[in-house]
């Protein structure tokens, strides 16, 4: 329930309404055109660019009184920057903020999906550094939307190809390359490819927002999204030898920790919110201790 | 056992608290004033609205104070606050041929209407650290002329009027484009560039400027005019009907002279640069104009010979609240993508090492 | 396509630079299987000409009418750019002076040649690699270098690469700017047998710019001789070299040096 904004003299959700309004605008395109790169108007805000003006901008377009909010960074609640952006919306908005993922309206994140499955009503808002997936390849912006207007994305498989002559597997780990709807090449962020097929069909609604780069993309609900591969190298996510040390999951994506000087080290599930809740479902593991439950 | 360690929120909160302390200073020490700031250190006050786009120079002299004398985290916060501000109008073109100079020269003429006026410049100083100024004292009078009635002629006018130098007009009838509302779109027409041109890096620009000069895409510029002073901002709301002055601001001005050029039909005539700046930004005009010049290359059938005359490498990389975010953006987590890297080479590794095992049996 | 269309046809093609003249008042018609030379001196127009043809440059005046596996005889100045650069690719090839204009350098052999594959949807790498060995070997590359990008090849190699690049479409019409400029003499003559040899297995149709007649000799059916940007003789290859008629291609063919 909505205490309403702490700071004086700013608008709810910082930005004026005509931005918002255009900032949704943007959105509708984009959402009209899955996977298509829709150039908006961003914001100077008043954290940096490079650090999710992108997805703040997208979240400040779409969030209303009623919402709950949850912001995640490396898929933890409370790494510095999701504590920083969760405090500037809980300022601006006076919205509820949540850790759980199955109770927030709006997720906003930087390089994870949750391991949760998100439902329907739900947003997922990604923050993105670098929106154009032919960037590394040809560096002007002129030609790259001919290449996406046009269809023109061999050269990214000549890529994915010099990958397997050279590697004998495809060398990308995360901001893996996608098509959606079957049309446009898009990039998902630094998301680790583990996380991409949960993209594929997602009941939720998910934006992308590049403050910097001034783009917005997006993929409603229950689209096609494909990595790109071979047929005779077919895409694969990453798998640990490991399970979590604190909650004993086999299926999430883990973090390594380092843990003295002589390379002793565990693993532990990413997504803090996930671990947590099994924990208090009682999944403990070599590491962990009970959680009481929530 | 391991215990995940939480409280960023508080770490968050002590850095702010410490930062607080540390712009303080000691507290022994009298606290600056945001009029000090305003009077003693204009040049930072000039840079700071110009490159925010905003002009108030006690907002700038604020975000200076705020930003402890980091003149680029000051641009940001200046910026910052401009997203927040309601647009009641835009204003006319300022008229700078009417400008109430401070200061007027030119290196093409050796005199000319109006004359020479070096007004308040660091450019014959010599450069011996003044230790008079570590104590506070008296300052002799300065003479100062009266300030000229009649608008002074422009060089370029001058030379207009033998036709000897290209004629700045619009090649269309577009509105004028807002960086600050639009994003960039390629190719850029010439307002745009023009605007991220003031808005940009000074040090970047400048950077680009000189390489322009030796030799990366040279196009023989001379300064033909630099005039700094006062000029009125002129509004003309719908409701009144006629032209309103809401004020004065100063600006500095540079048109430089370039490589001249002909084509079949006509004969060949001198090209233009132009920069223009908030208050006494004279360095950051002179560079904004050479670059202007140098990205019309393709536009004059020059050879692209350097980066300062690719328009998509200068207009991407010219604006330091970008570059700071996103170069800065590095000391972020990104442990998650690492870890992805990691497991690749790990797996690589090992698949090579496998290889040559097998090879070896 | 039926017998009796050309499969590309020029008319009154021109192009002026100012008020310079590129080329002007060029008409022909080429068949399939035709290698048409066009040559002259530097600065005559051919290669004005040639990019007029290939859509590398938009002429000032006339009409280039390409005859379509889809929709037949169409100018290629009035199809949408997107029709015209999948042309480009498939259909068409566009063999460039230097080599190193047409590849991409910092990428294996086999990306080179397979590019095209990838660009119109193929998605077997192991199906792509086979027609890249193929071609190599077409083109007498020996297949170990297919992983080695082309920066390491020498001038010929990446010139048989670039020939390759373009052919693995099975393109109708090739393009040839100066292809065997710039190599040794030696390296020359394998570069013409081999292009001969191709052009004749897989019945292209191309059009060739060279300043070296003997080059035109051997691989051209019909000769175009241009000069300030006019064409001031055609006719057979034979005809045209052995039984000049304008001066200037006498002087041409007066000034070969005899073995």
Same mark, same amino acid.
């Given at each position: ?294 | 056992?391991?215990?995940? !360690? ?21 507290? =022994? ?14 040049? =930072? ?21 705020? %930003? ?76 100062? @002329? ?19 130098? &290209? ?49 990366? +895409? ?6 033909? /005019? ?9 509004? /003309?709301?719908?409701?009144? +009907? ?8 100063? !600006?500095?001005? @540079? ?9 079949? =039909? ?14 006494? %930004? &004279? ?19 020059? &050879? !692209? ?8 490498? !200068? ?24 870890? +992805? ?12 090492? &496998? ?7 | 396509?039926? #017998? ?14 100012? $008020? ?32 007029? *043809? ?33 042309? *480009? ?110 052009? #004749? ?22 000769? *175009?001789? *241009? ?31 005899? $073995?």
């Amino acid at each position: 329930m909505n205490q309403g904004p702490t700071i004086e003299g700013y608008n709810f959700a910082y930005l004026d309404e005509q931005t918002k309004r255009m900032i949704r605008r943007a959105i509708l395109k984009a959402v009209a055109i899955p996977g298509f790169q829709v150039p908006f108007g961003s914001r100077e805000m008043p954290l940096p660019y490079g650090w999710g003006t992108g997805g703040i901008q997208v979240t400040a377009g779409v969030i209303g009184q009623n919402d709950t909010l949850k912001v995640i960074d490396q898929g933890a609640d409370d790494t510095t920057n999701a504590v920083s952006i969760r405090g500037f919306f809980a300022r601006t908005t006076g919205v509820s903020t949540t850790e759980r993922t199955e109770d927030a309206t709006i997720i906003q994140t930087r390089h994870r999906i949750p391991e949760r499955a998100l439902g329907k009503g739900q947003i997922l808002v990604y923050q993105v550094p670098i929106p154009e997936p032919l960037r590394w390849l040809e560096p002007r912006e002129t030609e790259t939307r001919k290449m996406h207007a046009l269809e023109e994305y061999g050269i990214m498989h000549v890529k994915l190809y010099e990958d397997i002559a050279r590697f004998g597997r495809i060398a990308t780990s995360y901001d893996y390359p996608v098509v959606v709807n079957g049309r446009y090449l898009m990039r998902p962020s630094p998301i680790p490819k583990f996380d991409n097929p949960k993209m594929h069909n997602m009941p939720a609604l998910q934006l992308f927002g590049a403050g910097r780069e001034k783009r917005i993309y997006a993929i409603p609900p229950y689209t096609d999204v494909q990595s790109l591969d071979f047929e005779d190298y077919p895409f694969e996510i990453q798998t640990w030898d490991e399970n979590c040390a604190l909650c004993g999951a086999e299926d999430s994506y883990l973090d390594e920790v380092i843990m003295d000087d002589h390379g002793g080290r565990m693993f532990m599930c990413s997504d803090t919110d996930y671990c947590e809740d099994r924990r208090s479902q009682g999944h403990i593991g070599p590491l962990g201790t009970p959680q009481a439950a929530e | 056992m391991y215990v995940a !360690v939480k409280g960023g929120e508080k770490a968050i909160e002590n850095a702010h608290r410490l930062l607080a302390e540390k712009r303080r200073g000691d507290t =022994a020490v009298p606290e600056l004033t945001i009029t000090q700031i305003k009077e003693q250190m204009s040049l =930072a006050v000039d840079r700071v609205m110009t490159e925010g786009s905003l002009y108030d120079r006690d907002l700038a002299a604020l975000a200076i104070k705020q %930003a402890r004398g980091d003149l680029m985290e000051a641009i940001f916060l200046l910026r910052a606050f401009r997203t927040t501000l309601p647009r009641f109008a835009s204003s006319k073109p300022i008229e700078t041929t009417k400008i109430k100079a401070h200061r007027r020269i030119s290196a093409t003429y050796k005199d000319l209407p109006g004359g020479q006026l070096l007004g308040p410049t660091f450019d014959y100083t010599h450069r011996l650290l003044d230790f008079a100024l570590m104590a506070e004292g008296e300052l002799p009078q300065a003479e100062v @002329c009266e300030p000229q009635d009649e608008d002074l002629p422009r060089v370029t006018s001058l030379l207009n009027a033998q036709d000897l130098i &290209e004629r700045e007009q619009a090649t269309d009838d577009e509105p004028v484009s807002d960086l600050t509302r639009e994003p960039l779109d390629l190719p850029a027409g010439r307002d745009v560039r023009l605007q991220n041109l003031a808005r940009g890096d000074e040090g970047f620009i400048l950077a680009m400027g000189y390489s322009s000069q030796r030799g990366y +895409g040279n196009n023989h510029p001379f300064a033909g /005019e630099i005039r700094m002073g006062d000029v009125e901002v002129v509004i /003309e709301p719908e409701e009144l +009907g006629f032209p309103v002055s809401i004020g004065d601001i100063t !600006v500095t001005e @540079c048109e430089m002279v370039n490589q001249f050029k002909g084509t079949e =039909a006509e004969a060949p005539k001198f090209t233009r640069g132009y920069g223009l700046s908030f208050g006494e %930004a &004279e360095r950051k005009a002179m560079a904004m104009a050479l670059v202007d010049r140098s990205m019309r290359a393709e536009e004059l059938g020059e &050879e !692209v010979m350097g980066p300062a005359q690719d328009q998509e490498f !200068v207009l991407y990389h010219s604006d330091n609240v970008e570059a700071s975010g996103f170069v800065q953006h590095l000391k972020l987590p990104h442990y998650v993508d690492f870890q +992805g890297e990691l497991e690749m080479v790990r797996n690589l590794r090992a698949e090579q090492a &496998e290889k040559f095992r097998k090879a070896g049996e | 396509m039926t #017998n009796h269309t050309p499969l590309l046809s020029v008319q009154g093609l021109g192009k002026n630079y100012g $008020p310079q003249i590129g080329c002007t008042d060029v008409s022909f018609d080429l068949w399939p299987g035709e290698v048409l030379g066009i040559v002259g001196e530097s600065g005559s127009g051919k290669t004005t000409l040639l990019n007029c *043809m290939s859509a590398q440059l938009e002429p000032s005046r006339g009409k280039v009418v390409y005859d379509t596996r889809m929709d037949g005889a169409s100018d290629i100045y009035e199809m949408s750019e997107s029709e015209r650069r999948l042309l *480009m690719r498939t259909d068409w090839g566009l063999v460039r002076q230097n080599p190193r204009d047409g590849l991409r350098l910092s990428v294996s052999a086999g990306a080179n040649v397979g590019e095209r594959l990838m660009a119109v949807g193929a998605r077997h790498y192991g199906d792509i690699r086979t027609v890249a060995l193929d071609w190599l070997n077409k083109v007498e590359i020996d297949q170990d270098r297919i992983d080695h990008p082309p920066a390491t090849f020498s001038g010929g190699m990446q010139q048989r690469l670039q020939i390759a690049r373009n052919l693995v479409t099975e393109p109708r019409l090739v393009f040839m700017d100066e292809p065997t400029g710039g190599l040794d003499v030696s390296v020359q003559a394998r570069l013409l047998d081999l292009l001969r040899g191709l052009v #004749n297995r897989l019945g292209l149709s191309v059009i060739i710019v060279t300043h070296d007649l003997a080059v035109a000799r051997l691989l051209a059916h019909r000769l *175009m001789v *241009m000069k300030n940007g006019r064409v001031v003789e055609q006719g057979l290859t034979d005809q045209v070299l052995d039984d000049p008629q304008h001066a200037y291609t006498q002087l041409l063919v007066s000034s070969i040096l005899l $073995p």
